[in-house]
């Protein structure tokens, strides 16, 4: 793989995140009554500066912030190939009734989303669940689409975008990966 | 991040479950990992993962043992899986069908998993050696249980938080005992110091090769636990000589009331069930709280869901 464009550096996420928060806010009037889960790895860091910023615009304190492991809800299982580690999936307040922003760093197939709205639903009843996603790269497998989105990037099957964040990765930026020829394998 | 690739995967698993002594430290720790996943589903309003939705997990008994049994079965159907119990007295082995034919027939069904009891030693292996099908021991005669080493396992890590370094003490019937070995192995490759206690005729020869540590006092080896895993004492053992009564075992080797009295406040007691209460173990020690005993229960179905999810990937793969 090698790097073929930065698509995102670290002010342009910054901006992306804020006015994220702000179309979250205009689309929930009751800020009290939301809260944010993100799709781990990089969804919980991203959903954590969402809630961050919505609680900065709005003055009051952050709405809860959960993780959420879709590992076990994954309709990939019988594909040939090692299998993902497990996470725990941390959400300390009850679902039910609430407006949930669902945050994940990538959209792609949606896949992903499928799986986490089945793991959601497994732990109660949202009022409302909307999708927040920093890159929506297109290529969709399943009639999803995001309701906040970071930047969409039309992207061919061969690339790999990388979102990497300070809290995992140690920096902010996003990049497009192309394989070289010859080269075998998933990314 | 590609979307569906959620972090770093495992990369080698091996096909069958067979004993903890084939299993490396890096295996048993992500079983150990997994299974703290798998148990927050017991905390949630939908005690369910799909994961493996349309597999079908066959326990083949050919020794009772509803504990372990239900174990397995609610484990597996917690992760969605079809589940068929066959117990042997009901099945076509009294009629002389062989156990490898057996095994061929719940391949020939449609068998993903075969979970299986044997009073001989190596039962699970050969059966692995013959079917495609996927083999998970769940005791074979004097051998090993690894599901129960690991959740052994997972219990003292969850309650001491840590297993490396450990003074971990066997006490009772190490020489019949698969728990006993399964542990022995997982606890040693995980870094703890194991130990032994128990009657003289109740004692492999060759323990030494285990790296494993023997007390002859069961009063000085608690003194140096930290941990005391309790094994059962089967009556029959009595009449075959072995022990001269079950009284005089409660008086050198039982975990009593009085000796629970002089142990220390953070010491964790552990015993695989069923107990023979007054013998090996006091009803109050049961139910003190440095016992986990209830939690190892619960422990073992979430250890048993991620050791089925562990094993789901890789179709196609022969041998």
């Known amino acids: 793989m090698r790097a073929k464009a930065e698509i995102m550096d670290a002010q342009e996420m910054r901006r992306a995140l804020s006015r994220m928060a702000h179309e979250i806010l205009e689309q929930n009037p009751d800020p009290g009554s939301l809260a944010f889960i993100g799709v781990h790895r990089r969804g919980v860091p991203l959903a954590g500066r969402l809630a961050q910023q919505v609680a900065a615009i709005e003055g009051r304190p952050a ?50 989303v499928r799986a ?38 039309p992207t061919a099957r061969r690339e790999h975008v990388e979102v990497r964040l300070t809290e995992v990765d140690g920096e902010d930026r996003v990049v497009i990966l192309e394989r070289i020829e010859g080269e075998g394998g998933r990314p | 991040m590609r979307a569906g690739d959620r972090g770093e995967a495992r990369s080698t698993w091996p096909r069958h479950l067979l004993g903890l002594a084939d299993l490396g430290p890096d295996a048993i720790e992500q079983i150990l990992e997994t299974a703290d996943a798998m148990r927050q589903v017991f905390d949630r309003p939908v005690k369910k993962f799909p994961t493996l939705r349309g597999r079908v997990v066959v326990n083949l008994f050919y020794e009772p043992s509803t504990r372990t049994r239900t174990s397995f079965e609610l484990a597996a159907k917690a992760l969605s899986a079809d589940v068929v119990n066959v117990a042997v007295a009901q099945s076509s082995v009294v009629k002389g069908e062989s156990l490898v034919d057996t095994a061929r027939t719940y391949q020939a069904l449609g068998t993903d998993y075969l979970v299986v009891r044997h009073a001989s030693a190596g039962v699970p292996h050969l059966l692995a050696r013959t079917v495609q099908v996927r083999v998970l021991n769940a005791g074979d005669g004097a051998h090993e249980h690894p599901t129960q080493g690991l959740l052994d396992l997972y219990t003292i890590r969850r ?22 070995r399964s542990d022995i192995w997982g606890l040693r490759k995980l870094g703890a110091h194991v130990a032994v206690a128990g009657p003289s005729t109740l004692m492999p020869v060759g323990l030494e090769t285990l790296g494993v540590r023997r007390f ?10 930290e941990v005391i895993n309790v094994l059962r004492i089967q ?11 079950l009284r005089e075992y409660r008086l050198r080797w039982g ?56 094993m789901a990937g890789r179709e196609g793969e022969a041998g």
Do not use: C
């Open chain 2, 159 to 180: 309650r001491k938080g840590r297993i490396s370094g450990l003074n971990v003490l066997i006490v009772g019937d190490v020489l019949h005992s698969r728990v006993a």
């Open chain 1, 116 to 153: 986490a709205l089945d793991a959601i639903i497994d732990l109660g009843r949202p009022a409302r669940i909307q999708l927040a996603v920093l890159v929506d790269r297109g290529h969709r497998e399943l009639p999803i689409r995001a309701d906040f989105v970071g930047k969409v990037v």
């Open chain 2, 235 to 245: 009556r029959e053992r009595m009449q075959r000589g072995y022990l001269p009564s």
């Open chain 2, 255 to 310: 975990l009593t009331d009085e000796r629970l009295r002089r142990l220390p406040e953070d010491v964790l007691i552990m015993h695989p069930g069923p107990a023979n209460v007054g013998v090996e173990i006091d009803e109050a020690v049961l139910v003190d709280g440095r016992s986990a005993v209830a939690e190892q229960v619960t422990n073992g179905v979430a250890v048993r869901m991620a050791v089925l999810y562990l």
């Open chain 1, 63 to 112: 709405p809860p912030v959960g993780a959420l492991d879709i590992t076990l809800y994954r309709d990939d299982l019988t594909a040939v190939g090692p299998l993902p580690v497990v996470r725990r999936t941390e959400i300390d307040f009850d679902v039910s009734g609430r407006s949930l922003v669902l945050v994940d760093d990538v959209l792609y197939t949606g896949r992903t």
């Open chain 2, 216 to 225: 002859d006092r069961l009063d000085e080896a608690l003194e140096w636990a």
